[in-house]
């Protein structure tokens, strides 16, 4: 951490002395007037509340990488993965079942919604998505990557086996009702990216307090903080639903913690920054959690 102290009139003597004989990436710095408090990208020194002096703690936050990289390359991923282990190329299952096809239509349909989905995403992430961070920590591409490519593959396998065995139970019942809720769900998830969106116009970072619009799937704001992550649950239920495999079902349960999180973590964001925040919301789940 670099520490100096400068007149608050004269912000760009500060950067000057810092970098002065190094090239910085200003993406990697993290500034804050006091330690432990960071000041936000928009804060301007005139209005800090300061004298006419101030301390200032520059944090190297080591190799950045932009948001829409990552999510670009951790969504890129399991859709081409699990398009081979669909097609069947070699090396995957024996040599006979190169490049065959599987017998049971519920392959065909997982296949579909899985695509579908992460088609869904990458367009999301290019013309949907608002970040308020420009970039994240290098390292996050690689956590990322594993987790997603590697559940795509884990499930891809298992499902697309020659070997596999579609719902036995209550069969093509099981797998339309199960279609619905993922598709449901889907819009249901996109509606929300969309409501989130409008709240921020283009090139800012500010925050509101998410309200239902007109749309219906905006409608569950009344119970929950974060529907999309909601809705993110609900289809990955009716993937489950449909496909009744194991991994599926591990990944859901996996998901469904660490949106939980995450959830939890954005409601008490809300809470802490607005004072009218609907007290009947809850995190993820509608009176749960």
């Not at 065959?100 to 392959?107: A, D, E, F, L, P």
């Not at 802490?272 to 919301?281: A, G, I, S, T, V």
């Amino acid at each position: 951490m670099v520490q100096d102290s400068v007149d608050i009139y004269d912000g760009s003597r500060l950067i000057m002395q810092l970098v002065c004989g190094a090239v910085i990436n200003q993406n990697s710095l993290l500034l804050s007037l006091l330690e432990g408090k960071s000041l936000k990208d928009e804060d301007v020194l005139q209005h800090l509340p300061v004298g006419t002096t101030a301390t200032f703690y520059f944090r190297d936050l080591g190799a950045q990488i932009s948001w829409v990289t990552v999510f670009l390359t951790e969504y890129g991923g399991p859709l081409l993965l699990y398009l081979m282990f669909y097609f069947r190329v070699p090396f995957i299952y024996a040599p006979k079942y190169d490049f065959t096809t599987s017998k049971h239509w519920v392959v065909h349909l997982a296949c579909m919604c899985h695509s579908f989905h992460y088609l869904k995403r990458l367009l999301e992430t290019l013309f949907v998505h608002r970040f308020s961070h420009g970039t994240m920590p290098l390292r996050n591409i690689f956590k990322n990557c594993t987790y997603y490519w590697g559940f795509a593959a884990w499930m891809a396998y298992y499902i697309n086996h020659p070997l596999y065995t579609p719902p036995t139970i209550y069969g093509e019942q099981q797998v339309r009702i199960a279609l619905i809720i993922f598709l449901f769900c889907q819009v249901g998830n996109f509606s929300i990216h969309i409501a989130l969106r409008n709240l921020r116009p283009p090139g800012s970072k500010t925050r509101k307090i998410p309200y239902p619009t007109k749309n219906p799937f905006t409608w569950i704001f009344l119970l929950v903080s974060c529907p999309n992550y909601t809705y993110e649950l609900g289809s990955w239920f009716g993937f489950t639903l449909m496909t009744q495999c194991l991994p599926v079902a591990f990944f859901t349960a996996v998901g469904f913690i660490q949106m939980t999180v995450w959830a939890k973590g954005k409601h008490r964001s809300y809470l802490k920054e607005f004072r009218d925040y609907p007290p009947l919301r809850s995190p993820i789940l509608p009176f749960v959690l």
